[in-house]
Each structure stands twice: as C-alpha cells, then as structure tokens.
C-alpha cells in the first residue's frame, strides 16, 4: 500500500494543484479580477481560468443588514380580502345572491343565503375553497385553510384555520426571499445574504454597503401595482386611498382590479418629453396588455388609478385605448426615486407586507481589524503547530507540514468554487481545522512508533500505521461532521458560517492527512531506503 505509480502520483499532484489554483483569485480584489479575465486574448478558453472568489461577510468589510418580518396582521387582512372575493366569484357563477353582501370579519367572511335551495348549490362550491395544507417534507398534513361553519338562519362563515395562516405565512417568507433577491440584482449590489430567520422573518445583509436607508427603501416596500377606475360614487364598492396628485387627499377607487403588476414584463426609468420630468416606462405581457386595452377601450374619458401600495400615484384621464401593451407611470417622481420604482416593479411584488425589526451598519474600520485579528490568530496558530510538528516528528513533521499547508488552500479553493461568504467565525473554523488536521498525522505516527517498538520491520510499521490509524480518523472526523451539519441547518448567520468552513476542513482532513501523507511517505521511503524511524 506504500507502493504509488508515477501516474497516480501526477494525477494526486494535479489535482491538488487545481484546488490550490482556485484560490488564487481570492487573493486578489473584484476590479483586478476583472481587469485580468478582459485582458486574455479571445481565443483563449476563459472557463479554464479561476474566477470565483471567496465572498467577504458583513462583520469582515463592513455593510448593512435589515431584520423583515411579515405583517401578520396585514397578511390575515389581505387574505379575508382575498376570500371575499373568491366567494363573490362563486356566488356571480351560481347566480345566488346574498343577502345583505358578503361581510369581512377579522381572521374571514361571513355571507347570508337565507334560500335553502340557493344554499344548499352553493355551499359544495365553498367547500372547494378550503383547500388541503401540505408540507414540503410529509406531503398532505390533513389540516385545512379554512374553517366553514353552516347556521340554520342561513348564515355561512368562512373562517381563515392557524394553520392555514401558517402555511400562508411559510410561502411568504419563502416568495418575499426570491422577490427581494431580484430587487438587490438589478440594483448592481454584489453578493447579498438572504437568508429566512425562524418561521415569518428574513435576514438580508449587504456587504460594502454604507447606504441602509435606499436598502429600506428597495425592500420595505410591497410594489403592489394595481390599475383601477376612479369612481364618482363614494358609497358605492370603493376604497378610500390617499392621492398623492391630491397631496394626500382621498378619492374613491373602484375595488376591481383592471390589470395588475404582475402582467409586467419590463419596467424602465425615463423622461417625459414635454415636462422633462422623471417618469417610469412599462410594458405588459400578451395577458396584461389584453386586459389593459379593453378596460382603456371601455372607459375613454374615465380617470384610471395607477395604484402603488394602497396609494394613487396618478389618476390620469384615459383619451383613447391604449392597445399597444404599454404605458407611463408619472406622479413628481426624483430621478432616485423613478429608478427604485422601476427596479421594484420588474423584481415584482412581494407576497406580503414586511416591516423593517432591526437594522445595523458595520463600519469598514472594524470589518479591517476583524480581518487584521483573523490574520494574526491564523498565523499564530499556523506556526506555532508547525514548529511543533517538525520539533516532534522532524522528517515527518515537516510531511506533515506541506499536507497543512495543502489542507488550507483546498480549504480557500472549495470556499472559492462555491463562492461561500467567509466570515470572522468561519476564519475560527479554518484555525480550529488546522489543529484537527495535524491531530490525523499525529495519530498516524504515534501508531508508526508503536509498531516499530513492537518489532516490525520499518516498511510494515509504516503500512500498520496507516491502516490501524485509519478507522479512529474516520470515526473522529465523522462525529465532528455530525456536529458540524447540525450547526448548519439548526444555525443562522456566521454559525451557518463557521459550519460550512470546518465541514469543508473536514473533507480536506482525509485527503490531505492520508491520500497525500501517504504518497510523501511513500516516495521518501523509496527515495532514501531508511532502517529506522525519524523520531
């Protein structure tokens, strides 16, 4: 087993030296990255060439970070809202008419059919609504969104379960995620966390940003975008939402919806050619620009509520249809302020309401002392282990050594490849690593000492040394993998951090502790035919 072909030794020694390659670019910022991928000649292959870089985390280079929570008293309103309009749908298809309308309560609706006959259709037709909650991990759970209560006066009740708000609540958080990691692309931003928080918030850090208040900007808000009729009847199926043409003032809008934002297929900022003032330029999809050129079509001379967020941004009279399938968005707009509207209507609308719990700025000084301390700790440890090493098992230890060394840059390299955030606990994880893995070799050779002292020959205490030590390696390094996946999914932020990377130095502890320990031992041997052991 000592024995190595030339081919296996090229094929270990390659493959060690693309790991340690792909580290390479971490060493170096994004701009020369860049500058060094545009400067290769055309012909040559750029996928060859390592370009993915370990990602700096918050605590490191400084940035900002905002803690959103859902709105649940918003999302139980907004879903009532929802179901009252699910049950006018099924009451206009069976043509039964309710009694008094239809009621929003708190956590439901409440409808009065006071037919028995009339009833009695339309209750399997509600019944459909209360649709099966399943679990990504289970399937069906046997729960139900909703809760439908039959009165003998004729009064039905819809009411929303916990465990629908629940799963309503999960779906949020898992959408409002996708949402608010398109929002931060467009914005240029470079490498966000986002990362769910317990069972209703989101965590989103950006580092090397300084600027938390467009941050808020971009994700605080819905970017609901609704087109709407104003109406001339206050008392009639109206909202009463603040206009801003009005400064604030509220007009009555029609609740029907004519065409929303999530027929949009882009969204631009731009100048209005007249005025010069900024403005939003849209476009919809073959959907969206049906519906908007028939309710244009249908309602020339009307006022159209272009309605952001429960608010009129502007109220335009409609001259003519519109069937082209696009349209401006004006309303006393800033230049900042056109751009952020345009970035949230293409990223879409959130599924929910969420409101900013915590925000915090890292200063880039104390993200450069973290760095400066990481160094430092590393080095110390690094040394003061590698001085061990060749003080205590001389030949050996300097093996040792080179396969540290090794285990360090596959680290960086597989942190590279996956483009993982490092963060100041994950460089305690690449100290802590350099001590489990110099703890293989040692294990490794006290047993190489045991069994020379207990007469074998120098080459079958080397074999034995490696074999015995074998299993205790695996059992080690799989017990604190263990631990290391439970920090992973049970923990959060730079827990998750410091997991990633002693998991990743785990892996690189056998290859390097053993495949390549090994080999070196093995070419020695052969290169210089020793009688003893060289500790």
Same mark, same amino acid.
């Given at each position: +087993?000592?024995?190595?072909?030339?081919?296996?030794?090229?094929?270990?020694?390659?493959?060690?030296?693309? =790991?340690?390659?792909?580290?390479?670019?971490?060493?170096?910022?994004?701009?020369?990255?860049?500058?060094?991928?545009?400067?290769?000649?055309?012909?040559?292959?750029?996928?060859?060439?390592?370009?993915?870089?370990?990602?700096?985390?918050?605590?490191?280079?400084?940035?900002?970070?905002?803690?959103?929570?859902?709105?649940?008293?918003?999302?139980?309103?907004?879903?009532?809202?929802?179901?009252?309009?699910?049950?006018?749908?099924?009451?206009?298809?069976?043509?039964?008419?309710?009694?008094?309308?239809?009621?929003?309560?708190?956590?439901?609706?409440?409808?009065?059919?006071?037919?028995?006959?009339?009833?009695?259709?339309? +209750?399997?037709?509600?019944?459909?609504?209360?649709?099966?909650?399943?679990?990504?991990?289970?399937?069906?759970?046997?729960?139900?969104?909703?809760?439908?209560?039959?009165?003998?006066?004729?009064?039905?009740?819809?009411?929303?379960?916990?465990?629908?708000?629940?799963?309503?609540?999960?779906?949020?958080?898992?959408?409002?995620?996708?949402?608010?990691?398109?929002?931060?692309?467009?914005?240029?931003?470079?490498?966000?966390?986002?990362?769910?928080?317990?069972?209703?918030?989101?965590?989103?850090?950006?580092?090397?940003?300084?600027?938390?208040?467009?941050?808020?900007?971009?994700?605080?808000?819905?970017?609901?975008?609704?087109?709407? +009729?104003?109406?001339?009847?206050?008392?009639?199926?109206?909202?009463?939402?603040?206009?801003?043409?009005?400064?604030?003032?509220?007009?009555?809008?029609?609740?029907?919806?004519?065409?929303?934002?999530?027929?949009?297929?882009?969204?631009?900022?731009?100048?209005?050619?007249?005025?010069?003032?900024?403005?939003?330029?849209?476009?919809?999809?073959?959907?969206?620009?049906?519906?908007?050129?028939?309710?244009?079509?249908?309602?020339?001379?009307?006022?159209?509520?272009?309605?952001?967020?429960?608010?009129?941004?502007?109220?335009?009279?409609?001259?003519?249809?519109?069937? =082209?399938?696009? =349209?401006?968005?004006?309303?006393?707009?800033?230049?900042?302020?056109?751009?952020?509207?345009?970035?949230?209507?293409?990223?879409?609308?959130?599924?929910?309401?969420?409101?900013?719990?915590?925000?915090?700025?890292?200063?880039?000084?104390?993200?450069?002392?973290?760095?400066?301390? =990481?160094?430092?700790?590393?080095?110390?440890?690094?040394?003061?282990?590698?001085?061990?090493?060749?003080?205590?098992?001389?030949?050996?230890?300097?093996?040792?050594?080179?396969?540290?060394?090794?285990?360090?840059?596959?680290?960086?390299?597989? +942190?590279?490849?996956?483009?993982?955030?490092?963060?100041?606990?994950?460089?305690?994880?690449?100290?802590?690593?350099?001590?489990?893995?110099?703890?293989?070799?040692?294990?490794?050779?006290?047993?190489?000492?045991?069994?020379?002292?207990?007469?074998?020959?120098?080459?079958?205490?080397?074999?034995?040394?490696?074999?015995?030590?074998?299993?205790?390696?695996?059992?080690?390094?799989?017990?604190?993998?263990?631990?290391?996946?439970?920090?992973?999914?049970?923990?959060?932020?730079?827990?998750?951090?410091?997991?990633?990377?002693?998991?990743?130095?785990?892996?690189?502890?056998?290859?390097?502790?053993?495949?390549?320990?090994?080999?070196?031992?093995?070419?020695?041997?052969?290169?210089?035919?020793?009688?003893?052991?060289?500790?």
């Amino acid at each position: +087993m000592l024995r190595f072909s030339r081919t296996k030794i090229i094929a270990t020694l390659v493959a060690i030296l693309i =790991g340690l390659s792909l580290a390479v670019p971490s060493f170096f910022s994004a701009d020369q990255r860049k500058g060094f991928m545009a400067a290769l000649p055309g012909w040559f292959p750029a996928w060859i060439v390592p370009s993915r870089a370990i990602v700096l985390g918050l605590d490191l280079q400084g940035g900002s970070q905002l803690l959103l929570e859902v709105d649940q008293t918003e999302l139980v309103a907004s879903q009532a809202k929802g179901l009252r309009d699910e049950v006018r749908g099924v009451l206009q298809r069976e043509n039964v008419r309710a009694d008094g309308g239809i009621g929003i309560l708190q956590r439901g609706v409440q409808v009065r059919i006071a037919d028995a006959a009339a009833r009695a259709k339309v +209750m399997p037709k509600l019944q459909e609504l209360a649709q099966p909650i399943s679990n990504p991990l289970v399937g069906q759970t046997g729960g139900r969104t909703l809760d439908i209560n039959e009165q003998p006066d004729g009064l039905i009740r819809l009411a929303l379960t916990d465990a629908g708000i629940n799963e309503r609540t999960r779906r949020a958080v898992t959408q409002g995620i996708e949402v608010i990691r398109r929002r931060l692309d467009s914005t240029g931003t470079l490498e966000p966390s986002i990362q769910q928080q317990g069972a209703d918030r989101i965590l989103i850090q950006v580092p090397g940003l300084q600027d938390p208040e467009r941050l808020e900007a971009l994700l605080g808000k819905t970017a609901k975008l609704e087109f709407r +009729m104003i109406s001339d009847n206050p008392a009639g199926d109206v909202d009463m939402l603040p206009s801003r043409d009005e400064r604030g003032a509220k007009v009555a809008v029609e609740r029907r919806v004519m065409a929303d934002g999530g027929d949009l297929t882009d969204a631009q900022p731009a100048f209005d050619q007249q005025t010069h003032e900024p403005m939003v330029s849209f476009k919809f999809n073959l959907k969206g620009a049906q519906r908007f050129g028939q309710a244009t079509s249908e309602n020339v001379g009307r006022r159209m509520a272009i309605v952001l967020d429960n608010e009129v941004v502007s109220a335009p009279v409609i001259r003519s249809a519109i069937t =082209g399938g696009s =349209g401006q968005i004006t309303g006393n707009f800033s230049v900042q302020q056109a751009n952020d509207l345009s970035i949230l209507l293409r990223a879409g609308a959130l599924p929910a309401k969420f409101t900013v719990v915590e925000r915090r700025v890292v200063g880039p000084g104390l993200g450069s002392d973290s760095i400066r301390a =990481g160094k430092i700790a590393t080095g110390v440890a690094g040394l003061l282990v590698v001085a061990f090493m060749f003080l205590t098992y001389g030949t050996f230890g300097f093996i040792a050594n080179i396969a540290l060394i090794v285990h360090v840059g596959l680290i960086l390299g597989l +942190m590279s490849v996956l483009e993982a955030t490092m963060t100041l606990p994950g460089i305690a994880g690449i100290v802590l690593t350099i001590g489990t893995a110099v703890d293989s070799n040692v294990l490794i050779y006290e047993r190489m000492r045991e069994e020379h002292r207990a007469g074998r020959s120098l080459v079958s205490a080397l074999q034995a040394g490696f074999d015995r030590a074998f299993a205790t390696i695996i059992d080690s390094n799989s017990t604190m993998a263990i631990a290391a996946l439970i920090l992973f999914f049970l923990g959060s932020g730079p827990v998750k951090g410091f997991a990633v990377v002693f998991i990743l130095g785990i892996l690189t502890t056998v290859i390097t502790a053993v495949t390549l320990t090994r080999m070196m031992i093995a070419v020695w041997y052969k290169s210089f035919r020793p009688k003893a052991l060289p500790f």
